[in-house]
């Protein structure tokens, strides 16, 4: 049951469209170069992914990239931490953790 891991990596976006059940179509991410990041004051604004600092789903996805639900990254903006599914969901959407 389900499907194997698609790795998402920062670099100029490009996604693909996969069936689902029931006839639902899911949007995975294959590389993202702009995330949404939200601060504490409730601004959210669209930055450029610079690098994947730490992710702790597995350590050898920091060396190879890969963006995960929980991963923090580098942004024009900062360190944020990544909070939604870039697998399942068409966008990547993240909180900022320290600004520059």
């Not at 976006?13 to 993202?32: A, C, D, N, P, Q």
């Not at 996805?61 to 399942?88: H, M, N």
């Amino acid at each position: 049951m389900g499907r194997d891991f698609i790795p998402t990596h920062p670099g100029p976006t490009k996604r693909v469209v996969e069936k689902g059940k029931g006839g639902r179509r899911k949007i995975r991410l294959l590389s993202v170069e702009f995330a949404n990041v939200s601060d504490s004051h409730g601004r959210t604004r669209m930055a450029k992914i610079l690098s994947v600092l730490e992710n702790p789903a597995n350590r050898d996805f920091v060396r190879t990239e890969t963006i995960t639900k929980g991963a923090i990254i580098l942004t024009e903006v900062g360190k944020a931490r990544v909070t939604s599914r870039p697998g399942q969901e068409p966008v990547l959407n993240a909180v900022l953790l320290e600004e520059k």
